[in-house]
């Protein structure tokens, strides 16, 4: 019995070194001799995370000046709110966002005068109608009017009721929220589009980049080239960021938080890894290694997990490094 049980101890000690050459990871170089070490050539895509700082834009609204039930929904969240577009039809009736340089505060009818007058004519310039600059609604503005009316499915309309404008106060406006509802009943004063709040840009925080090259950053499957100095403004790239998992806990936290990005090099490049002391004369990120065809100039791409990440200055090829490098090995220079 006690034979038997000294077998199976033997057995068992024999299959824990079986296992513990199993799990020796193929990182580790293989000795081939008293000073050769097998290398192995794999991609390298540098895939690293790094801290980004959102630039958030200012938030605003685009205020209704009448109240009504919502027949038809125009708003989309990341959409331009642009002058002349219909930002929501109230009762079958269109609203219409207008940049007017002084704001709505009177229906203008025909013959009105005044500064409101001559904003509401240079727009419609900006727009493409044919209306004069004189600040006062005669004819020719008249007729713009009704042909900007007859754009947007009314017809025989010869004034511009202050009810049926929404005051966009500058260009370039973003949707961020749009919060009436097919169905609601939008009340005088109700924002009719959130603007702002949104992501204007991210800046990529690179000081950890070791690695030379384009970048891709990427965010829940989307992926943009990073500018060298990394701002990110891509409009697809910010709506992604701002619609993942990880921006809404940033906000949730206040920023308290390090929110970062996935990056990873746009073209992955070969290299070899071979022991770090197997490198040697290292100038920068040139150095040598030494292989039974003699010395090779390397490029050192970087470090990790034990492994130097070289890059062969010109065409050669070498499956075997001297490692560590002898003294007095040759320069490859």
Request: proline share 6%.
């Amino acid at each position: 019995m006690a034979f038997g049980c000294m077998l199976c101890l033997i057995a068992g000690v024999g299959a824990g070194v079986v296992v513990m050459r199993d799990l020796v990871p193929e990182v580790v170089s293989e000795a081939v001799g008293p000073d050769l070490v097998e290398v192995r050539t794999s991609v390298f895509a540098d895939e690293i995370s790094l801290p980004v700082e959102p630039v958030v834009l200012p938030a605003g609204a685009v205020l209704l000046a009448k109240a009504g039930v919502v027949t038809k929904e125009t708003c989309v969240v990341g959409g331009a709110v642009t002058s002349g577009e219909v930002v929501v039809w109230l009762d079958d009736s269109p609203v219409v966002g207008l940049r007017l340089r002084v704001p709505p505060w009177r229906d203008i009818v025909r013959g009105a005068k005044g500064r409101d007058v001559r904003s509401l004519q240079r727009e419609l310039r900006h727009l493409g109608y044919e209306a004069p600059a004189t600040g006062v609604v005669d004819y020719t503005t008249v007729q713009a009017i009704r042909a900007f009316w007859q754009d947007r499915g009314r017809e025989r309309v010869e004034s511009v009721a202050m009810s049926d404008i929404a005051w966009l106060p500058e260009e370039g406006l973003t949707a961020s929220e749009c919060p009436l509802r097919l169905g609601s009943h939008a009340s005088d004063g109700e924002a009719a589009v959130v603007t702002g709040g949104g992501l204007d840009r991210v800046e990529v925080d690179t000081e950890r980049v070791a690695v030379s090259g384009a970048r891709l950053a990427r965010v829940d499957g989307f992926a943009v080239e990073m500018p060298a100095d990394g701002v990110i403004e891509d409009a697809g790239f910010l709506n992604a960021l701002g619609g993942s998992g990880i921006y809404k806990r940033w906000v949730a936290e206040e920023g308290l938080s390090t929110l970062t990005v996935e990056t990873e090099l746009a073209t992955p490049i070969d290299v070899v890894g071979v022991p770090p002391s197997a490198v040697y004369e290292l100038n920068g990120d040139s150095g040598c290694v030494t292989t039974p065809n003699g010395p090779i100039a390397v490029r050192v791409v970087t470090s990790q997990l034990g492994e130097t990440f070289v890059v062969p200055a010109g065409d050669d090829v070498f499956s075997q490094v001297v490692a560590p490098a002898p003294e007095g090995a040759k320069s490859c220079g």
